[in-house]
């Protein structure tokens, strides 16, 4: 019942996006939302693959999707994908993996599905120079303070390395797993075009979504500059520790969609609409597959 009540929260924190986001699926093209919700069911396809790629060992198919499938609840139940991290390592888990070995596989996973993105986007931008202009994805005065921040961190963090000594023999052993883990993958063509075949094909297949909801309201932006836009977006908001980035992508994807030729009506209407399709309908539903995972000790 608890994924139920956070749902529950979440959506009454955020009723009046719903509420407006609903309102405006009757003003669309219902054959590109549809191909837009199908598209999104392609998403946990694509992060099975990924999962299955980054583990020797086979997972059992059916409920490795339908453990993505709730995972991507749980994702927006807990910041910074916490939600579908512990899902996944708790499944890995039960499938006998060790617990070394399932940090590693998540620290793979987690590794290529940001290259995968961060490299679409690189290619993007290369073949449509003009999409976007990166800087207005920022408020001003905002990227000095962030460059500090991210520094800061990093800065911290050599410290406790280079201070506790516990820290550090965890952290060796952890890569010395994670490194294995990645070679034994590799060694394997069919895992490795799995890992990163998956890995493109997640983000692709996000940013697809949002070109397919732009069609349903007719956005005059080319649809390559929407994808550039969405993955521009996604990146930008990956240090804002929000559930599923609520409140965050939404700000960050209109933004982006001004940034690269749209008006900002019809582009927040787009985005209203694809969080709805892409997050709020999928959530109650995986949500009650979560609870059904746990109830039957599949996680």
């Known amino acids: 019942m608890l994924p139920l009540l956070l749902v529950t ?9 719903l509420a407006e986001g609903f309102a405006l699926l009757a ?59 512990a899902v996944n390592l708790r499944f890995m888990t039960v499938c006998g993996l060790t617990p070394a070995r399932s940090s590693a596989a998540l620290a ?5 599905e940001s290259v995968g993105r961060v490299g679409l986007l690189a290619v993007l931008l290369v073949a449509f120079p003009g999409a976007l202009r990166l800087g207005p994805l920022l408020p001003d005065g905002v990227s000095g303070p962030l460059v500090l921040a991210v520094g800061a961190a ?10 506790v000594r516990r820290v550090r023999a965890v952290v060796r052993s952890f ?14 063509p069919s895992r490795a075009l799995a890992l990163w075949g998956g890995a493109l094909a997640f983000p692709a297949l996000q940013a697809t979504a ?6 349903a309201f007719g956005l005059s932006v080319p ?30 994807l209109v933004v982006a969609l001004v940034a690269a030729g749209g008006a900002v009506a019809p582009a927040t209407a787009v985005v209203l609409v694809f969080r709805v399709v892409t997050v709020w309908l999928p959530l109650l539903p995986g949500a009650v597959t979560l609870g059904v995972l746990v109830r039957l000790k599949v996680i």
Do not use: I
Request: glycine share 10%; net charge positive; charged share 10%.
């Open 9 to 17: 929260v979440v959506a009454v924190r955020h009723r009046s996006v």
């Open 27 to 85: 003003t669309a093209r219902p054959s590109w939302l549809l191909a837009a919700a199908g598209v999104t069911c392609l998403t946990w396809v694509a992060a099975s693959f990924t999962r299955q790629g980054a583990v020797v060992e086979r997972l059992p198919g059916r409920r490795l999707l339908a453990t993505q499938f709730a995972a991507g609840a749980a994702n927006h139940l807990l910041p910074t994908g916490l939600g579908a991290s």
């Open 108 to 112: 793979l996973y987690l590794l290529a």
């Open 154 to 163: 990093l800065l911290a963090a050599a410290g406790v390395l280079a201070a």
């Open 175 to 188: 890569l010395r797993t994670a490194l294995g883990e990645a070679r034994s993958v590799h060694a394997l």
């Open 210 to 215: 949002l070109v397919l909801v732009g069609k």
């Open 223 to 252: 649809p390559a500059h929407m994808a550039v836009a969405y993955l521009a977006a996604t990146v930008a908001v990956a240090l804002v520790p929000t559930p599923g980035g609520l409140g965050s992508v939404e700000a960050a």
